[in-house]
């Protein structure tokens, strides 16, 4: 006999976790409430992957129509920015729609409005100033972040944007200045520059990206700047000020104080999550010290509440909150333990080169604690690379020594993004070193050269640096 009282669920925010794990249970037989203050879909559909990827589409064309001298082609683009625009927001408004589509079908009940939680797994939701009081057997919180809004003297009167206003503009900047050097930072700095603004890079660390080898950071950088981006490294923000169309901004440094001028400002200094107007608390959930919901490997945040993708701190990324609406989508419906202890985190940063990378590097091998050998290979050695053109970066792979199975890998090439997927693939399959440096690939393709990666003479890495 069906159990006559469903399960009822709560979910609030429709992004890459929310949306996916309220069809699948409403496909079950839930009752399930999905409550959106915005657009289904979340940042990777509406202001994150979706647009910027479609956007550095068009970049990467008028790139290659300027290049094209160099593969004995001559072409001069025209950039037409209110068209690139016009055809990302109709990408952005498919997959929105779509995705709404779906949740209907599957027998959601969307509800937009502003959510609050009340007490243990209940929740008051503002619709158009009305107030609902709705609870459920389970609730799952999937609300997000936003961009940080740094304390800049000045930053709130000059029009400066955050990387959801750029995706809108529709004039070309003829300046721009972007406060922050991170990964999204980069994205947009060639962006532009391939657009044909004038960029700068303000970052207050004295490298980039910190997280990745040194090497590799540098490669890029190179990349970047040989495309007319300049940066500004150890540079602290001291205010921005606007003079009619311009603006300046005050930075100090290593070679003292300077002021540049620009015409627009980006600001991407970080996330901050969508906890402040939740009052999570109220469910028995805890915040961290930024904000963020602390969870168990299981995602639990309370008893019956959970907390799925960006709000719970940790990696970023849209393939983890999918994964995560799976941990808890299996625990609900299936009674499996599935954790994320152990998972592997890949992403890929979409710069030209694009940056992979999954697993450890060379940096945090040398204090891993046991020997690894880690190869590398320069693009100029690929053939397919030299064949395109496109011979910036390198490709690293991190080598247990005694087992020889990979423990990670840094691809900075051509789809450096796509190789890291196979060498990914790999290493969950259990394959070694060997096995991929006998595996016959398709030649010519850039897959090919993970043969000739590992026939490189390694690094011995000791793992006591």
Known sequence: MPDPTPQTALVIGAGQAGGPLAGALAKAGWHVTLIERGHVGGTCVNEGCTPTKTMIASARAAHFARASHDLGV??????DLPRIVDRTQGIVQAF??????????????????????????????????????LSADHVVINAGARPRWPDLPGLDGVGAMTSRDILLLKELPAHLLILGGGYISLEFAQLYARLGSRVTVVEAGDRLL???????????????EAEGVTFRLGAQARRVVRHGDALSLDITGDGGDESLSGSHLLVAVGRVPNTDTLNVQATGAQLDRHGFIVVDDHLNA??????????????????????????????????????????????????DPQLGRMG???????????????????????ARAIETGQTAGVMRAVVDEATDLLLGATVLGPEGGEIMSALQLAMQGGLTATDLRDTTFAHPTLCESINNLFMTTPEMLTGQD
């Open 360 to 382: 450890i590097d060379r940096t945090q091998a040398r204090s891993l604690g046991r020997p690894t050998r880690v190869y590398t290979l320069p693009m100029t050695s690929v």
């Open 96 to 133: 929105r729609e779509g995705s709404e589509a779906a949740l209907r079908k599957a027998g959601v009940t969307l509800l937009r409005g502003d959510a609050r939680f009340t007490g243990v797994r209940q929740v008051e939701v503002n619709v158009n100033g009305e107030a609902h009081t």
């Open 74 to 79: 001559d072409a001069m683009p025209t950039v």
């Open 210 to 224: 910190p997280r990745e080898d040194a090497d590799v950071v540098t490669a890029l950088q190179g990349v970047l």
């Open 302 to 351: 309370a008893d019956g509440v959970y907390a799925l993708g960006d709000i719970k701190g940790g990696p970023a990324f849209t393939h983890i909150s999918y994964d995560d609406h799976r941990i808890v989508r299996d625990a609900l419906l299936h009674g499996t333990q599935r954790s994320t202890e152990g998972r592997i985190v890949p992403y890929t940063l979409y710069t």
